[in-house]
């Protein structure tokens, strides 16, 4: 077992386990970490008190390498290079007293000339497990000539952090310092954390390289065809990527350079509220040994999963490695996207099932970014809550969003993709009256995207959102497609949409002056 020495970081622990094996971090779990084996041989653990991420806890070290660069406010809040050192200094303390440290050195990045080598330093085997799976693995020959990574993460999550230390506001604190090339993590066991933090650091390094950081997944069809799902967690974008036609490149983070896109992960990290082999059995068979399935409920007995089971969290979790997905493409690279698909998750049940973007719309409706919160992915959100994430993942953003925006549309005309807004949320009312949108008719939605039928069938034009509504799709009902025929009480819809409207256009003032005209015209009309 390849061990290692930590005292160049003051870790002074001497039982410290490097890129341990899937059976051995099971041993460590099961011996010292609380975790079970499930009936379906995945590893369950328990995130403690925390069940999902703590973004009102991240914080950006204000140093003049990045300074200049960084979109402060609410996202990115700053934090001084003193209360990073001091945050440091309390998880490597932590470390020292621990009996056991583990790490684990892997690669963000599919693409040789874009990747970068992460060290992940932490206490528990889940985590470990967590980010063999999340990160690329390296063979044998590269971890041996590994060297010095670029970023180092301390997680440090057991230990609480200390409110005292200036710019701390809780015991908890995910802090990220670019110039350094260090993330520290403390008061959170949510293995999450991990995996955003690396992409945040993504989120920074390559758009100052000229190539796009997308929150989406994506997936190639038999001829080579790519398409983009991008959108927040649970409005489809793990679901949709995993299609037995397709092959899957990555299921949520990638990366769009002039060869084409790239996945950062080595793995995806799926939602498994509710998961059955039915609606979908690609991520049901992937967890199986090796995968890592976080605050879920098994039997006592049988140890078999109770996925309906909420009593933890609705957040639940299942890690695994990409190459889990029967069909999935290794390496996670692809060609230029042909379609780019934007999910969102209509809470107020006005938006149609899939509509046609302009090139000008799709910038609109990037950098606006509405969605839904999810119930259980962030701490405090108990039910869907309609809301708007500029490039459909702001919490994950370091530069301006036009900044992101201006990448999308450039690699769009260049490469001519095409698109397309899908609504995986409310049909026939909002949020309590009408329904979700079944996962079926989503799917024959993306099919007939895919197979191109959707692109040249018959629209319309929604009277308030400027949007081309297809009037008809196969294996889908026609009434469905146009939102308003839905509704029992059409002036209630026809209320709803002008509200939905107006907060559009309230949120797109923060953004308006950085758009062009033909991209503030785009939005809904008020």
Known sequence: MPRMDL????ITTTD???NATTARLYEEGILHDGSTIAASGALAADSGEKCGRSPADKRIVEEPESQGDVWWGPVNTPLPPDSFEQNKQIAIDYFNTCERVHVFDGYAGWDPEC???VRVICT?????????NMLIRPTAEELADFGEPDYVIYNA???????SVEGVTSETSVALNFASGEFVILGTEYAGEMKKGVFTIMHYLMPKRGILSMHCSANEGAGGDVSLYFGLSGTGKTTLSADKNRDLIGDDEHCWSDRGIFNIEGGCYAKTINLSKRNEPEIYDAIRFGTVLENTVQDPETHVVDFKNISITENTRASYPI????HSKIPCVGDHPRDVIFLTCDAFGVLPPVSKLTPEQAMYHFISGYTAKVAGTEVGVTEPEATFSACF???FLVLHPAR??????????????KAWLVNTGWSGGVYGVGGRISLQHTRAIIDAIHDGTLDAAETTTDPVFGLEIPLECENLPNAILVPRNMWVDTKAFDATANKLAGLFAENFKMYAGDASEEVCKAGPRV
Do not use: T, W
């Open 7 to 10: 005292s160049s970081y003051g």
């Open 16 to 18: 410290v386990l490097r």
């Open 115 to 117: 990747r970068i080598k």
């Open 124 to 132: 528990r085997a889940y985590h470990a497990l967590f980010m063999h």
């Open 157 to 163: 999550g057991r230990q609480p952090a200390d409110p």
């Open 323 to 326: 190459d889990y997905i029967s």
């Open 393 to 395: 993942g702001a919490p």
């Open 404 to 417: 992101y925006a201006e990448l999308l549309a450039e690699k769009m005309r260049r490469h001519g993709a």
